[in-house]
C-alpha cells in the first residue's frame, strides 16, 4: 500500500513536469534555480548603463540591475554613451538574464548575455562602466577576475570614461549627491531614500 502511494506520488509529479514544459513554447523557458531564475528578457527602458525595466515571457514589467558593474550616472561624462551601449547590446540578439537576488530598492540583480557576449564585461571592457568590487560576491569566482582583466585593459587603453587621469566613480557621485541634498537649507524638507551600503542613493 505504501509502494503504491508513492508511485502515484511520483506519476503526478512527473506529468506536473511535463504540463509546465508543454505550457512554454521552449520547453522550461524560465529555469529556476537556487540562487533565482534564468529566461529571456526584452529590453522595455534603459535607465542609464546598468538599470533597466525589462519584460520576459513569464514576467510582466519588471525593474533589473547589472551585477558587479556601475556605470556614469546622469550628470557624469559618459553616461549618456553608457545608456546607449546598453541598449545596442539589448537588442542585439536574444538576451538571456540570470536573476541573482532582488536589491533593497526591490530590482532584480541580474547578468545578462547575448550568446557568449557577457553585459557586464562588454561594458567595463569598451569603458563604460567600472567593475563594482563592493557587490563581486554576486558574481562567480571566474567572472570576477574576468571584470577585473577587463577594466585593467580598459584603463591602460584609455577607453571610454578613462580618457579622464582620475575619473569619479557613480558611487562617489551619488555620495557627493547625497551629501549636497543633506545640507540643504533646514525648511526645506528633506529627501529620504531607503538606506545602501555606498550612499542612500540607489546604484542607478
Known sequence: ???????????LGALGLLALSLASPDGFAARTT??????????V??????????????????KIRVAGIDAPEKGQRFAK???VRFEEFMRSG?????????????????TLRVRDTDLGQL????????????????????MRQTY????????????????EDDPIAPWRFR??????????????PRRTQPTHSDSLLPPS
Request: glycine fraction near 8%.
Open 1 to 11: 500500500m505504501i509502494r503504491s502511494t508513492r508511485l502515484g506520488h511520483q506519476l
Open 34 to 43: 537556487e540562487r533565482g531564475w534564468t529566461e529571456q528578457v526584452t529590453l
Open 45 to 62: 527602458r534603459a535607465y542609464d548603463g546598468d538599470s533597466a525595466i525589462v519584460r520576459s515571457r513569464t514576467r510582466d514589467e519588471f
Open 81 to 83: 554613451e553608457a545608456r
Open 94 to 110: 536574444s538576451v538571456e538574464a540570470h536573476g541573482i537576488k532582488k536589491d533593497g530598492f526591490g530590482r532584480w540583480i541580474v
Open 123 to 142: 561594458m567595463i571592457r569598451e569603458g563604460y562602466a567600472w567593475y563594482f568590487r563592493r557587490y563581486r560576491a554576486d558574481l562567480s569566482v571566474g
Open 148 to 163: 577585473e582583466e577587463a577594466e585593467a585593459v580598459a584603463r591602460e587603453e584609455r577607453r571610454g570614461l578613462w580618457v
Open 175 to 188: 555620495h557627493r549627491a547625497f551629501n549636497d541634498a543633506d545640507e540643504a537649507p533646514r525648511n526645506k
